[in-house]
Nanobody, 128 residues
Framework: QVQLVESGGGLVQAGDSLRLSCAASGRSFSSYAMGWFRQAPGKEREFVAA????????YYADSVKGRFTVSRDNDKNTVYLQMNSLKPEDTAVYYC?????????????????????WGQGTQVTVSS
């Protein structure tokens, strides 16, 4: 069981940066792959980025590749999402999640159904 709490959201202007943090509590945080998802009003929750337990393998949605960076510090039980060059279309509630279903992401992006533990979300609003 893992409990997740996101922080770091806010209101910024286009082109600005934000860093989201996700603090985890519970056992075996370092053994979980972690993911970031986002959900805009009226839209489905979508994958943003994910990172394997050892930080050596990361995945990104095409829409954020080159602008966002996911990282983790297993000693601090924390995963981060550095967001640069933010755009208005990045506006959403951002969720941190821990993987609970083992599935290869080699050919298909991480899916909502791969993650069984979720935080409450943090709002990111990017004004134009």
């Amino acid at each position: 069981q893992v409990q997740l709490v996101e922080s770091g959201g806010g209101l910024v202007q286009a082109g600005d940066s934000l860093r989201l943090s996700c603090a985890a509590s519970g056992r075996s945080f370092s053994s979980y792959a972690m993911g970031w998802f986002r959900q805009a009003p009226g839209k489905e929750r979508e994958f943003v980025a994910a990172i394997k337990w050892n930080s050596r393998i990361t995945y990104y949605a095409d829409s954020v590749k080159g602008r966002f960076t996911v990282s983790r510090d297993n000693d601090k039980n924390t995963v981060y999402l550095q967001m640069n060059s933010l755009k208005p279309e990045d506006t959403a509630v951002y969720y941190c999640a821990a993987q609970s279903v083992l599935r290869s992401w080699l050919l298909n992006a991480p899916a909502v159904t791969d993650f069984g533990f979720w935080g409450q979300g943090t709002q990111v609003t990017v004004s134009s």
